[in-house]
Structures are given as C-alpha cells and as structure tokens.
C-alpha cells in the first residue's frame, strides 16, 4: 500500500515559514507558509487588485498581487501567491507560496513580514517533517527518517552546545538571568506572602527590569547583521598604500554588478561610497584615502575619518601590490585590520613577483587570500566568491559587538522584544505584577530558545536538517 | 497468631489521614463499600504539624477538593479560629484563602463525618501486610490475624512507614507525634518490590500560651469580611482569634551558631532529604547568614488549648537548646515550652512507580495517596486522597477512571508532577508549579470541576443545579457587558471621577470600559444596571473574565498546543529499549515512568526533545504498519 494516503488527523500546530529557494541571487524566490494559519496570515499582508481575500478564492489558485507592512500600510513587494489548501499539499495542511523579487534583500524582508504577522521560522527540514507526521510519506519511507534521526542526534546536540557558548550566548544569558531574577522574586511574594525575607517585586521595579531587557534586546537586534546588511548593506573598506589599486578595485566590483540603492549620500572627498549586490550580498562599497602617517593637514583629516569607518567596518579589503615588498606601510595596514574580518587581495599578478606571500599568509592567518589582475581582469570572480562564502557561512563576525546573525535568532528577538513589550504595556496600565509576570516569563523562555536553553517540542527538528530547508 | 475472615468490601483504605478520609469519604459516597483501618482512631485527620490549612496554591487545593464534593473545605469551615485571603494587592489568580484550625475540633468533626457516611465503616486496626496474588492487591492482614478481602486497596500512612523521631542524638523508632510506627507494612511494600525514598521533615516547638508576653509581638488579626472554602457553607464564625508575629534575636542566632554540633541536620544523623522551602531554623541562620532576623509566627492550636504554634522555629536540636532558643525570642523569655520540636524521617513511595490514576503500576487495583507518595502538606495529601478515592471506588463499581490535567486543577499539577517527573524532596505545591495558574484560580474553583464532581456522583443535584444557573448568569452578564453601551453622561463622568481615571470621549461598551485598571464591576453596575442584581460570586467571574480576557485567551491558546500533544498516546505495550534511536538515558526513564501520551513523555526530565521527535516518528511508523498490516 506503499503510496496510500492515510487517514491519520493532522498533528501539528503553529505555522511555519522560510525561503524555499536557495540563497543568493535569482530571478524569483519563493516563501512557504505551512500550517493552520499559513491562510490568514498571508490574508494579512496580502492585497490583490480585486480585493479579494485569499481564503475566499479556490484551493490550488495562484493570484496577483502586492504585500503591505501593515504597520506602516507601505507596499514591500510585488508578488504572485500560490494558495494550496489541505489536505492536497506537501504537508497536508494549508500552504502558502509567496512568489517574489530574487536576491536576499527582497526575500528576506517578505519572510520578516511573515515572522511578524505570527509565523514561526521553520527549523531545517521541518516541511518535510510536517509531510511525514502527517502521512504523507509511507513506511519504507518513515525508516529512512528514524535512520537520519539517529545519525543526526549527535551532530544536533553538538549544534546545541556550540550555540551555548560565545558571546551571543552570554549576553542571552544575561537578560534571562535579569529575568528570572525578577520572576523568582514575584514567585516568591505570591507563595511566600507574609515573609519578609524578600523585597515586594513592585510595578516600577518591574517596568525598570522589563524596560532594561526591552532596550538590551534592541541593541542586540540592531546589531544583528541581517538586520543592519538590510537597512544599509554590509559596509565593505577597501584599504592599501597608494596605488595598489584600491580605485580599480571599487570599479571591477561595481561594473560588474548593478548598483541595488544609489540615493544615500556621504561621499565625500576622501571616502567614496557606492552600493552593489555581491552574489546576492548587499555591500557598501567604502574607498578609503591611504592609510599612512601624513605631515599634510588636509590630508590627515581624511586619514582620520578612514580609521573611523574602518572601526565600523564589517569587511575589509585589504589590497596589496604583488609587484612591491611589503613596506612599513603595509605592516602598519596588517596591524590596523588584525582581529577584523579581512581578505587580503594581492593585486597586480601580472607584474613579476616581489612581495614575500609567506608573511602575507602569517599575517592573514585564518582570513582568506585572493590574488588579482584587475587590469587583466583576473581574480575578481574569486573575490566575490569570497566575499559571498563569509557571508552565507555566516563566517563574519565583528569584534565589538555582537551579530545575531542567524534568521531564526532574529524571528525569536523579534518575539522576545514583542512579549516584554507587552510586560511594559501592562505594568504601565496597573496590571497586577502576577499577570505582568506571564509575559516575563514568556520572554524569558523565547530567549531560551534562542540559546537552546528551553527549547519545548523541536529543537530535534535539526535532524531533519538533511532535507532542504523549506522543502 | 491464627488468621480470620473479616469482611469483605469493595475498597479498603489504610489510614484516616488526610489523604485516607478523603479517598474514604469519596469512596463511600459513590456507593462503594468502604473499609478503613487506622491504627488510632483518636487521630483521624490529625495535624502534626502547622495548625492551618490553604494559603498561596494550598488553598486553591482545598477549594477544588471542596468542588469535586469533598470534605476538607466544609470541615475547616466549621472549626476555624481564624480566615485570611492572602495576596489581595495582588492580581485573582494568586489570592489565596488561609484558616488556622482549631485542631481537635478539626479531627472531630471529620470524624464525625466519617462515622455518619453509609458503606463506610470506621475500624481500628494495625495492617501488617498486603495480600496480592499475581501482582493483583486482594486484600490486607492487620496485627490480630484479620484478613480484610477488597476488590481495591489505598495506602495512605503518610510519615509512619518506619518512622524515626530525631532530637538531638536521640533517635527512635516513631510515627509523628509518638504515635506508633508502621514497620511490619513498610517492610511488606518494600518486599514487593516497591522502590523507597527516605525523606526527612520537621515540627517546631510548642508553647503555653499564658506565659507568652504579647505585649512585645504584633497582632496578626483574621480578616473583618467571613471567608469560607465550601461553596455549601452557609454560616461563618465570626468570632476569631488573632495570631502574633514577633522575630528572632540576635541571641537566637548565636545559640544556633553555639550548638550547631548538636544538630542531628549537621551532625549528619539525618540522612533523609528534608524539603528546601520549609527549612529549619539552623537551616535559616547558616545558609542566610547576613539576615539579621527572621520572623516567628505564633499561632494557637485550637480555642480549648493554650498550646501556641511556634511557626518558624522548626529544629531538631536538643531540648534544653529549643529551651534556650524560645527564650531567645521577644515576647518567649518566659515562655512554658509544652513540646519540644523535632525531626521525623520516613520511607517514601518513589511516585514515578504510580499511574496517573494514583494506581500502582506494580500491583494492580492498589493505590498510594498522600505523604506516602513524597508529598509534603495536608492539602496536597487531602488531593491525591481525593483522586485515590475516586479511581479505587470507579475501578471497584467499574467505572471510569478520573484523571485531572494540569489545566483542570491544581490537584492536576500536583499529581502530574509526582508521577511523571518524581520528587527529590517533599513536594510542596507551588503556585509557580502551574503554567497556567491564571486559569486555575481559587475563585473558579467550582466552575472548574463541579461538573466532574456531578458525574463521579460527589456532587448532588442541588449544588449542581445552583452551579449551572451560576454558570448562565454569569455568560449572560458578560454578553450584557459586551453589547451595551456606555455614554458620557454626567452622571457616568462622575462615577468615574471618583475612581480618578479619565473621562470618557465617546461612548464605550461596557466591557470596554470595565478592562481599565481603575474601573470594577461595582462601578459598571451603578451606570449600566442589570435587570436583576447578581451575587457577589457571579459578579466576581464577570469582571475577572473580562478584565483578563486577554491573559485568559493567552493560556487557554497554550493549553490547546498542550492538549494536543496531550492526545497523541502512547500505546501501553511500547518497548522503549526497541527504539535505537533514543538516548539510553531517556529509555531507562521512560520505561520506568510508561508516560500515557506524548505531551506526559516531554516532561519526564532527562527526556530531551531529540527523544520526543524520534518517539513521535515511532508510534507513527507503528500505525502506518498497522495500516499496512
């Protein structure tokens, strides 16, 4: 009976959403939403030309048709949307395909508007998890799936412990040791409340907490790399003595790709400034003036704002001549980048060799290392390969502050800033601390999740990870 | 000693305990026959310990008891001294009502009820050993040779499986209080096969009363308005007497520093594990060193006794040490101490050995209830006798079993928590225990489970009759709320200046205005009036319901999620150690607790969700062979 469609109730619960379509640059890209609400949730930021509301049209239609933020009423996209609904689809609950522009910004952004309107960010595998759970695939099938489970559990856990330690960790673990803080103490007046061995956990204590940890997850959440490469694209220096060919550098990458935003200002005389989408990476292009020690007052303040923005920076190409040793220059160039994320560009491989590419390598250390010609045009395509590798294997990382860099962090902050929002709302409307403490408790557990600390029904749901994601 | 027939009945229950004449009392009145064996009769429903009942999740306990058609509620009701609603400043799902009882009176009156119950018979006796025959309970044999056969047998002995009295380095074989131990059945229930926890509490001292100096303690008076726990009460006591607070020395705290090698706790002469959330005096001063003081309460024992509790200074130390101590104490100088506190330890039943029926899994038709089952508190003995009640009556009638989710009941939570996750101390119910603690509050007690209790039979008609009108009344009141409207009038601005919130702009539903902070049902009443008066309880339902409607769409939302992972079961007959994928740690904790469902199997700790997903894929994988089959 192998292919028989079983008549078992469908089990799960929330719906689920990702990119179904792999990163980076394509003509279109694909959303999928499955799950009890994947309708109305698409219904909420859906608007067709006709009006009509996606869980009043035909199961298997596709329509036309733009997605508004409805918190600010602005349209985001303009998109096709294939409705499925169960139990005909992949997974025998409702589906949603949201067809829309290709490239990671467009992409993201629609799955962010689906996180917000209440979808959960699906784990690795879990569309086809949801297809087994609810029967659509057979026997012979589900063997294979306790098979992958069972050499996954391990990986999955040592993902788990991984995601425990660093400094995303620990800040995590900071808010919710405030929290639970707090919460102990409320637990405390409510059981214990004729001790006077605890201080009353009161309604402005409450809103100072509450308040700490709404504008800590704000910080963190404005220094997650998603978010920010969003707003104003992965700001990319480009540095090296005079005449390495920094200016050829900028102009390769911009030839080669359409600008994606143009409108920003901030060139300057010194700092040039231009915005191109790298293999689906969106980078600020940023032309530094020479970094050297300069007697020349016009020329230091330039120096000046180059070290600022080099601060700032979340890549760096450090480009050096293949033709020249290195010079006191450049050793001062290797000190200023050390600890940042940097790929060293050897440039003019078309002359003959002088530069000592042992030292490169020692100062490179773990960065990568990529030689080019770009008066041949060589080694640009490497370079961008680069460039799109640290981004994509999420290799990035800024030494000051932290980046919540994976899309499922990100929906979880969203959720945690969302909850503590609505701690502050009711502590500021008097609402008694026990019911204000529901959603400090619920922050506390969504932070949980986010370090694997509290995880309820599916952080296994790695196991899956096998199958493509949104599959 | 030659053995003889004694009876025979539907189900027996060893103990009169809090635990056993609940689980008595509930028996008997759903019509099964009813033994119980105790081996005082002068002690039913003892309280060893603190003279009080409920309190923050206690009391909530006490209320459901009383909706499911038990008897603890109406008891204490009648023999208080004192009624407190604790947590009033804060929101409804955490106010809690708190009696000191009158401990004699408490135990006569439940007594009497036990006494006056058809099927029930009251029955002096010592059981020695459980009759089982292949793994089945058939009956007990008590010290003189009687053998009492029964179709269900609940075990309700609270601290007295081989008890053990500890002042000081004085050690001896003792139940609570000097009454006698009970060896002979401990030893039984371990034989077969049963495992044991040895667990460890504590009783303070007791003082007369004439010779205390309140003079130098605060009042603690009960409340002016008459509480009660029953929703059957009908008279209220209104003469109550006061407790006193008053506070440890400075010199309390260096006897305790003093003597502290005297202390069987640090002497390591107990070995049993004591609770963390009802520490010993020399527990307070050594792990909270920096506190300066803490506080002692003093409470009567009763209104025919000089005997005062003295809440707070529970320790083991030896007598001439709690001598010093309560003299130590302001208000104590002089203080007559009446009898010395001291330590008991005792053999727990493992609950995870338990279904959530409170049946045993090892031998069928038995069931545990009570401190036995590592349990600490009147009340939540009282619960699980309840429950015990029920399912051993139901099993011998052949009825239903009853099992109540942790969204249903307190006593829920409790019961889940034993069997699923164990304990490793005495288990205190907590109100922070309760993910939904919102839902199950004290006031809607009886909107939660008097149904239930109508369908066991606890309840009669009367009482379900008056809970059914409740119900309407207070579903037509909320509708009333929600469609009527409220306009700025001058006299509703008034209303609401009084209160000292802002005007209304516009006119308002009703329900709309009732959710600001400021505003109550008092004040909707006066400027929108129902056609009929509502009573105070219905009133009480109306305005929390939608004050916190949201906060209450929010839980019963995650009690959804829960409850359908509540029905995905487990088949009985699952072979954990079949199932390669799971961790060897979670296959041994999962045979031992069985859970019935998948949601009961997510809580076992040392279940990780890895396991939970695996398992879900195996019993699907079951099912698709079975369809393949």
Redesign the interface.
């Known amino acids: ?1 192998s292919n ?1 469609v ?1 008549k ?1 109730k469908n ?1 799960h ?2 719906t689920i959403a990702a990119i179904s379509t792999p990163m980076g640059e394509g003509a279109i890209a694909i959303v999928r939403l499955s799950g009890d609400e994947a309708v109305q949730i698409a219904d909420r930021i859906f608007r067709s030309p006709s009006g009509k509301r996606l869980n009043e049209e035909q199961s298997h239609t596709i329509h036309y048709g733009h997605l508004i933020d409805p918190s600010t009423a602005e349209i985001v996209e303009e998109v096709m949307v294939s409705l499925m609904k169960a139990p005909k689809t992949f997974t025998r609950e409702d589906v949603v395909e949201v067809n829309c522009h290709g490239g990671i910004v467009a992409v993201t952004r629609v799955l962010q508007l689906v996180l917000k309107q209440g979808a959960r960010l699906a784990e690795p595998g879990e569309f086809t ?1 949801r297809a ?2 609810n ?1 659509r695939i ?2 012979s099938q ?2 294979a ?2 098979d992958l ?2 050499a996954k ?1 391990d990986r ?2 040592n993902v788990a412990l991984n995601q425990m330690e660093g400094k995303l960790s620990r800040l995590i673990g900071g808010l919710r040791q405030a929290l639970i803080e707090t919460l102990a103490q409320v ?1 405390v ?9 605890v201080e009353e956990m009161t309604i402005p204590l409450m809103i100072e907490k509450s308040t700490w940890v709404r504008n800590e997850i704000d910080e963190l959440l404005k220094t997650s790399s998603q978010g920010k490469i969003l707003r104003e694209g992965l700001s990319t220096v480009i540095i090296g003595r005079p005449n390495v060919g920094k200016s050829s550098l900028l102009n390769s990458i911009i030839q080669e790709n359409k600008a994606i935003v143009t409108d920003i200002a901030g060139t300057t005389r010194d700092i040039i400034e231009e915005y191109v989408n790298v293999r689906g990476v969106p980078l600020r292009l940023i032309d530094t003036a020479g970094i050297r020690e300069t007697e020349d007052i016009v020329e230091r303040i330039g120096v000046e704002k180059s070290r600022k923005v080099l601060k700032e920076a979340d890549l760096i190409l450090l480009v050096l001549n293949s033709s020249e040793e290195l010079s006191i220059e450049d050793e001062r160039l290797f000190e200023v980048v050390s600890g940042m994320d940097t790929i060293f560009v050897i440039n003019k491989t078309d002359l003959p060799q002088k530069i000592d590419m042992q030292k490169v390598m020692e100062h490179a250390g773990t960065g990568k290392v990529v030689t080019t010609s770009l008066v041949k045009d060589e080694g640009v395509d490497e370079l961008e390969e680069a460039i799109a590798g640290l981004f994509f294997e999420g290799n990035l990382e800024s030494g000051d502050f932290t980046y919540v860099s994976n899309a499922r962090h990100i929906a979880l902050l969203y959720n945690a800033r969302a909850t503590i929002e609505d701690a502050l709302a009711a502590a500021e ?7 204000i403490q ?1 959603d400090v408790t619920r922050t506390w557990e969504i932070l949980g999740e986010i370090i694997g600390d509290t ?7 790695e ?1 899956f990870s096998q199958f493509c994601l949104g599959k | 000693m030659p053995k003889f027939e004694a009876g025979t009945f539907d189900v027996i229950v060893i103990g009169a305990g809090h635990a056993g004449v609940e689980a008595a009392l509930s028996a008997a009145k759903m019509g099964a026959t009813t033994l119980v064996l105790t081996m005082n009769l002068d002690m039913i429903a003892f309280m060893p310990c603190n003279p009080s009942l409920g309190g923050p999740a206690k009391g909530i306990v006490v209320r459901e008891i009383d909706a499911l058609g038990g008897a603890m509620g109406k008891v204490i009701d009648k023999t208080h001294i004192q009624m407190r609603m604790l947590n009033t400043g804060k929101g409804p799902a955490v106010r809690a009502l708190r009696a000191q009882a009158d401990k004699v009176l408490y135990q006569s009156e439940m007594k009497r009820l036990l006494e006056e119950q058809e099927n029930l018979l009251l029955h002096q006796g010592v059981v020695e050993e459980l009759i089982v025959e292949d793994d089945e309970i058939k009956g007990v044999l008590t010290q003189v040779g009687a053998i009492y056969r029964a179709k269900t047998v609940i075990i309700t002995t609270g601290t007295f499986l081989r008890g053990e009295v500890i002042i000081g380095d004085l050690k001896y074989s003792s139940g609570p209080n000097n009454q006698m131990p009970s060896i002979k059945l401990a030893d039984n229930i371990r034989e077969l096969g049963f495992d044991m926890v040895r667990f460890k509490t504590g009783t303070p001292p007791r003082v007369n009363s004439r010779t205390i100096d309140y003079s130098k303690t605060e009042i603690q008076p009960g409340d002016d308005t008459a509480w009660a726990f029953s929703y059957e009460t009908t008279e209220f006591i209104t003469d109550q007497l006061p407790c006193w607070l008053t506070y440890t020395s400075p010199r309390t705290h260096e006897l305790i520093n003093e003597n502290l090698h005297l202390s069987p706790m640090y002497s390591g002469m107990i070995k049993g594990k004591g609770p963390r959330y009802c520490p010993s005096i020399e527990d307070k001063i050594v792990r909270f060193a920096d506190k300066s003081r803490h506080q002692i309460f003093l409470e009567p024992e009763g209104r025919n006794t000089q005997e005062v509790y003295v809440q707070g200074l529970s320790t083991s130390l030896p007598e001439h040490v709690q001598k010093q101590l309560i003299a130590s104490v302001p208000g104590l100088e002089n203080a007559e101490m009446m009898r010395a506190g001291y330590a008991i330890e005792y053999d727990a039943i493992v609950p995870t050995q338990l279904w959530p029926t409170l049946e045993t899994k090892r031998i069928r038709n038995l069931y545990t209830a009570g401190q036995l089952n590592g349990t600490s508190g009147y009340e939540e003995a009282a619960g699980q006798g309840i429950m015990a009640g029920i399912n051993a009556a139901s099993r011998a009638l052949g009825k239903e079993e009853r099992v109540l989710g942790r969204a249903d009941a307190y006593i829920g939570v409790l019961i889940d928590d034993l069997v699923t996750k164990g304990t490793s101390e005495p288990y205190r119910l907590l109100t922070s225990r309760a993910e939904y603690r919102l839902l199950l509050r004290h006031d809607n007690a009886d909107m939660r489970l008097t149904e239930i209790g109508y369908q066991i039979g606890l309840i009669n008609e009367e009482r379900h009759d008056a809970h059914i009108i409740k119900k309407q009344q207070i579903e037509e009141e909320i509708i009333r709320l929600r469609k009527v409207t409220i306009k700025p009038t001058s006299d509703v601005q008034d209303i609401i200046r009084e209160t000292g919130g802002s005007e209304l702009r516009e006119p308002m539903k009703a329900a709309d205005l009732l959710k600001r902070p400021e505003i109550n049902y008092s004040q909707i009443e006066r400027m929108v009036p129902p056609e009929e008066k509502k009573s105070k309880e219905v009133e009480e339902q109306v305005e929390i319901f939608i004050k916190y409607e949201g906060y209450i769409e929010k839980s019963l939302q995650q009690v959804d999620k829960m409850k359908k992972l509540e029905n995905k079961k487990i088949p009985d007959n699952i072979d954990y150690n079949a199932i390669s994928g799971i961790a060897s740690e979670a296959k041994s904790v999962l045979s031992e607790v069985r859970p019935l469902s998948i949601a009961q199997a997510s809580r076992i700790s040392g279940v990780n969700p890895a396991d939970i997903s695996i398992l879900l894929v195996y019993i699907e994988q079951g099912r698709i062979a079975k369809i393949s089959g």
Do not use: H
């Open positions: 009976m028989q079983r078992v089990v619960f929330d998890k087994f759970l029967g057979d026997l589900a063997e799936v306790m489970i069972r559990t999955a856990m637990e007046n409510i059981d214990y409340p004729e001790y006077d061995d409307a008097g609402v008694p601390v026990d019911m529901i995880v309820q029904d599916g952080l296994l749901n196991l």
